[in-house]
Nanobody
Framework: QVQLVESGGGLVQSGGSLKLSCAAS????????MGWYRQAPGMERQMVAL???????TYVYSVKGRFTISRGDARYSVSLQMNNLKLEDTAVYYC?????????WGQGTQVTVSS
């Protein structure tokens, strides 16, 4: 079992920045993929940015050049730096950890971008 603790999020004006962080703990071994998904009201959950244990990163096209995922301060952690936020970035952001066919989710943190 893996536990995820998220932090960050909040309310920001369009063009502003926010940083999300997520730390994983528990039964972690070998390769893994960790990152962020988001879900806006009435929409399906979508991948935003992922980082593998081998430091490969993947982004959804709409955030490329604005968001950066990186390793956090703790060993099994990631940070998502979100710059130039747009109204359409408003959503609940969920941290996700995948390992050996198992997928774990954080509780979600709200990001609201206002005009």
């Amino acid at each position: 079992q893996v536990q995820l603790v998220e932090s960050g999020g909040g309310l920001v004006q369009s063009g502003g920045s926010l940083k999300l962080s997520c730390a994983a703990s528990g039964n972690i071994f070998g390769d893994y993929v960790m990152g962020w998904y988001r879900q806006a009201p009435g929409m399906e959950r979508q991948m935003v940015a992922l980082r593998s244990s081998t430091n490969t990163t993947t982004y959804v096209y709409s955030v490329k050049g604005r968001f950066t995922i990186s390793r956090g301060d703790a060993r099994y952690s990631v940070s998502l730096q979100m710059n130039n936020l747009k109204l359409e970035d408003t959503a609940v952001y969920y941290c996700n950890f995948k390992q050996s066919g198992n997928s774990y989710w954080g509780q979600g943190t709200q990001v609201t971008v206002s005009s």
